[in-house]
């Protein structure tokens, strides 16, 4: 008999593997619509993370229905500006950029470390962005932004204004989605890592796991 985990297709509203929120494996896939490419450089599918139904795929396209599976979050160019805006505000390393976008959209995106890393190389060797000053012995050193960096965001500044009100909209999400429900999500997402991760896991526990979860999403869709 297959597995259903390795198959990916044990419940019509799970998502594809993948490296999702658990990473990679079994689990890395996703749960349901929205969860397996959410930490990379895609948007969630039309019901967005954490069983939301915010701004699905086309939320960055002008296109707020969501339809399609998989599409790219930024348009070409706009992760680009995006990262250079956020450096102009405030200087910042690569790890609090990520972070950044994902509060930008209410934590529905984050854009995944190989998507952002060489977009700031990209950024550097064109001299728009330049490693701050004091900060020699630190870790992660933060980026600012160069004079020529300036001029480019104020010559796409109506694109930016326009990438960073789509990203607003994603934050602002539908007034239908449940605080009890996003909290309920998380909790499902954390126990299942912790025990994907623990001694003892084996394919028998994994048939478990996907039974149980099979069962909590098909009473879900018959409330």
């Not at 390795?6 to 999702?20: A, F, K, L, M, N």
């Not at 689990?27 to 139904?53: A, H, L, N, T, V």
């Not at 086309?58 to 296109?63: H, I």
């Not at 990203?167 to 912790?194: C, F, W």
């Amino acid at each position: 008999m297959r597995d259903p985990c390795r198959s990916g297709r044990h419940h019509e509203t799970h998502g594809q593997r993948g490296d999702g929120p658990l990473g990679p494996g079994p689990w890395g896939g996703g749960f349901g619509k929205g969860f397996g490419d959410e930490f990379g450089d895609r948007i969630p599918r039309e019901r967005g993370s954490r069983m939301g139904r915010g701004p699905g795929v086309g939320a960055l396209a002008g296109d707020h229905r969501g339809r399609g599976r998989g599409r790219r979050m930024f348009g070409h160019g706009q992760l680009r500006l995006v990262l250079l805006e956020l450096i102009g505000r405030q200087e910042r390393h690569g790890y609090e950029l990520i972070r950044a976008v994902e509060a930008l959209t209410g934590g529905r995106y984050a854009p995944s470390p190989g998507a952002v890393y060489p977009t700031l190389a990209m950024l550097a060797d064109e001299g728009l962005i330049a490693e701050a000053e004091g900060h020699a012995d630190s870790a992660r050193k933060p980026f600012t932004v160069t004079e020529a960096g300036k001029a480019h965001l104020a010559g796409e500044a109506e694109k930016v204004a326009q990438i960073f009100a789509r990203l607003k909209a994603m934050d602002e999400g539908d007034p239908r989605e449940s605080p009890p429900v996003r909290r309920a999500v998380g909790n499902l997402l954390v126990a299942t890592r912790n025990r994907a991760q623990a001694a003892g896991f084996t394919d028998e526990v994994a048939h478990r796991i996907a039974a149980i979860l099979d069962e909590a999403a098909g009473r879900i869709e018959r409330l």
